[in-house]
């Protein structure tokens, strides 16, 4: 079994310090090993003193600092080259040093500067060239030319990297805002989503107990039949209402796949398939429904189905809460590129649809949300030959 190691936030910002700082004083050793062992048996350079190795210790060990002052560190080590190349020591010792500020400015500061860095860079490299062995100046030349420009583009690439990163950090950051604030509208929709729908099964078999509630104690004693038939219809109700608490519960807990297997379900959603259904159980409350179909009917998707269902629903519970003895009409016409719906009553009484839910109107703001999911409208006012009148159209796109 492979355990992986997570390091602290800490340690890894640590841990480039002390890389630095272990690869400067390495380095003033080793030059000055090589320093000191160096045969010279012609002379070409100055004999080593205690200078050389003051300035190999001025060259190497600012590197330690050099992600934190790339530029002051580059500029400090290129004098302290500058004179160790005019004082004619070794060159070869400290040419690494100077590269490896020349990069750490090329990966940290602006091209513009990183490119007069470099030209100044080489500058004292070539002022170095001079101590070469005799034969080997042009190769010298050559060799830290092709450094210094080897070096300058390496850091500027690993520049635009780091810059490319930290954009791309930029660019999560919002990403994980943006996914969480969809995530939050997600959960709104779906409040909204679900208090609408509690509201459409609920309210109208609610209002039909209330209504067969009343109609059974006042009729109870003199009419005990009647009263029998509205008990039935509030027990009717009530398990209808039992039935869709259900539904819902299925699609909150095992989603909308299973809530809506099989026609035969009886918590599957409800459509138009129900409308006599629903229109029988309004009459039972005592308001007269006729329900005329008009055009060729067509299967509807079952969200459309389901909005036209809510939408007639909400219209005729409305009608028995503020026009009870009114009567009411349900058309519904199927045309080629919508299905229409038009709910009226008679009723002299003003019917607010918007105030089912209370002074706030959820209603018909609930009915106008539906429809505006499928890309439909409603309309609801009085009607042109009185009592009041709620309109539906909602688009089908039909495959031909």
Request: hydrophobic share 45%; charged share 20%; with cysteine.
């Amino acid at each position: 079994m492979f355990v992986q190691r997570t390091w602290s936030p800490a340690v890894r910002r640590a841990f480039p310090q002390v890389a630095d700082i272990v690869y400067a004083v390495v380095s003033v050793w080793i030059s000055s090993i090589a320093l000191r062992n160096l045969p010279d048996p012609h002379g070409y350079w100055r004999q080593t003193d205690v200078w050389a190795y003051v300035l190999i210790a001025l060259v190497y060990l600012p590197l330690a600092v050099r992600r934190r002052a790339p530029l002051t560190v580059l500029i400090g080590t290129a004098a302290c080259v500058l004179c160790y190349f005019t004082l004619a020591y070794y060159h070869v010792v400290v040419v690494s040093g100077l590269g490896l500020a020349l990069y750490t400015v090329a990966a940290q500061c602006p091209r513009r500067v990183a490119a007069q860095c470099a030209a100044a860079s080489l500058l004292v490299l070539l002022w170095g060239a001079r101590l070469a062995e005799p034969g080997s100046g042009p190769f010298s030349v050559a060799f830290v030319t092709v450094m210094v420009a080897v070096t300058w583009v390496t850091g500027d690439r690993s520049r635009r990297l780091a810059e490319r990163g930290e954009r791309l950090a930029v660019l999560t950051e919002q990403l994980r805002l943006e996914q969480e604030e969809r995530a939050q509208r997600a959960v709104i929709a779906e409040r909204m989503k679900i208090a609408r729908e509690l509201h459409d099964a609920i309210a109208h078999h609610v209002s039909v107990i209330s209504v067969q509630t009343g109609l059974a104690g006042y009729v109870f004693t003199s009419d005990p039949k009647m009263a029998r038939e509205a008990l039935e219809t509030i027990a009717g109700s009530a398990h209808e209402a039992m039935a869709e608490m259900r539904r819902m519960l299925v699609v909150l807990r095992e989603g909308t796949e299973r809530a809506q297997e099989g026609a035969g379900d009886p918590t599957a959603a409800p459509g138009l398939g129900r409308l006599e259904q629903l229109a029988r159980r309004v009459e039972a409350a005592g308001v007269s429904v006729d329900v005329r179909i008009t055009g060729t009917p067509f299967a509807l998707p079952p969200g459309a189905d389901l909005c036209v269902y809510r939408v007639i629903q909400e219209a005729l519970t409305n009608v028995m809460k503020h026009a009870p003895t009114a009567n009411a009409s349900v058309t519904v016409h199927y045309d080629e590129a919508a299905v229409r719906v038009r709910v009226t009553d008679d009723g002299q009484e003003p019917v607010l649809v918007g105030t089912t839910a209370g002074p706030a109107g959820h209603g018909l703001i609930g009915m106008r949300e539906r429809a505006g999911i499928y890309g439909g409208t409603v309309t609801a006012g009085p009607g042109p030959q009185g009592g009041f009148e709620v309109a539906l159209t909602v688009p089908v796109a039909r495959d031909r």
